[in-house]
């Protein structure tokens, strides 16, 4: 099993900046893509980003530019960095990790925009 916690979340104007984390625990062995995405009221949940164990990275078209996704693989640490931010970018942002064949998310950390 593998634990997300995600951190970083908070309530932020249009054109800050927000730094999100996720810390893996538990059989942290092997996991390989870790990524973010999103959910915003009375949507889907999307992708934002992932990155693989040797640091590739993809991000959804509309957000490139404005977010980065990084990895400490020492500290099971993935990161988010959103700048830029826009009332459309409010969301619960859940992270995710990719173990062999299963997929892992945490509970996700609220992100809100104000205009």
């Not at 040797?54 to 490139?64: I, M, Q």
């Amino acid at each position: 099993q593998v634990q997300l916690v995600e951190s970083g979340g908070g309530l932020v104007q249009a054109g800050g900046s927000l730094r999100l984390s996720c810390a893996a625990s538990g059989s942290i062995f092997s996991i390989g893509t870790m990524g973010w995405y999103r959910q915003a009221p009375g949507k889907q949940r999307e992708l934002v980003a992932t990155i693989t164990s040797g640091g590739s990275t993809n991000y959804v078209d509309s957000l490139k530019g404005r977010f980065t996704i990084s990895r400490d693989n020492a500290k099971n640490t993935v990161y988010l960095q959103m700048n830029s931010l826009k009332p459309e970018d409010t969301a619960v942002y859940y992270c995710n990790a990719h173990r062999r064949v299963m997929d892992y998310w945490g509970k996700g950390t609220l992100v809100t925009v104000s205009s």
